[in-house]
T-cell receptor
């Protein structure tokens, strides 16, 4: 059974710092992996999608990588800004219609 | 940019009442989903819907729940005889293909009292 673990659960950094959020999977059988952003009381905004055949995807200051052999994904945020403060969710699809979510990393970027 | 819209944004209902949550998926999408997030917990899959039928459902999605696509634009989640533990944020989502980028709505907060 696939489970998704995100470390750390919470992170506070000063503005401008580069940071890495981690996502670990218990099963390396991945169809795709998606990173989302969630603001308090709001919906989920898709940030990046990595297909199982890909190793990374980039969008602006965000870079997501996927290592299937180790069952790990990272989300790299460059030059963090206060507006990046949110919860970041890692979610994996193993080939069916269901996407399995991690508990998220709550990020706070201090001005 | 196209988006998934959900109504109502917040609903308070008495225990035992029926609730219908409504969603308008992105217009050219073919796959529709409902997820829920109990306060402080993970986002959980409830059900997926494709070609006018349920394609997959979780163990949470029991006989209390049903989904419907009553017309070409709306997608609904009905919860019969609500319980206190049904209190959660319910998210509708859609995707162009079954295992592609999933787009979520802003959610409907359901509070059962």
């Amino acid at each position: 059974k696939q489970e998704v673990t995100q470390i750390p659960a919470a992170l506070s950094v000063p503005e401008g710092e580069n940071l890495v959020l981690n996502c670990s999977l218990t099963d390396s059988a991945i169809y795709n992996l998606q990173w989302f952003r969630q603001d308090p009381g709001k919906g989920l905004t898709s940030l990046l999608l990595i297909q199982s055949s890909q190793r990374e995807q980039t969008s602006g200051r965000l870079n997501a990588s996927l290592d299937k052999s180790s069952g790990r994904s990272t989300l790299y945020i460059a030059a963090s800004q206060p507006g990046d403060s949110a919860t970041y969710l890692c979610a994996v699809n193993t080939g069916g219609f269901k996407t399995i979510f991690g508990a998220g990393t709550r990020l706070f970027v201090k001005a | 940019e196209p988006e998934v819209t959900q109504t109502p944004s917040h609903q308070v209902t008495q225990m035992g009442q029926e609730v219908i949550l409504r969603c308008v998926p992105i217009s050219n999408h073919l796959y529709f989903y409902w997820y829920r997030q109990i306060l402080g917990q993970k986002v959980e899959f409830l059900v997926s819907f494709y070609n006018n039928e349920i394609s997959e459902k979780s163990e949470i999605f029991d006989d209390q729940f049903s989904v419907e696509r009553p017309d070409g634009s709306n997608f609904t989640l009905k919860i019969r005889s609500t319980k206190l533990e049904d209190s959660a944020m319910y998210f509708c989502a859609s995707s162009a293909e079954g295992v592609n980028t999933i787009y979520f709505g802003e959610g409907s907060w359901l509070t059962v009292v």
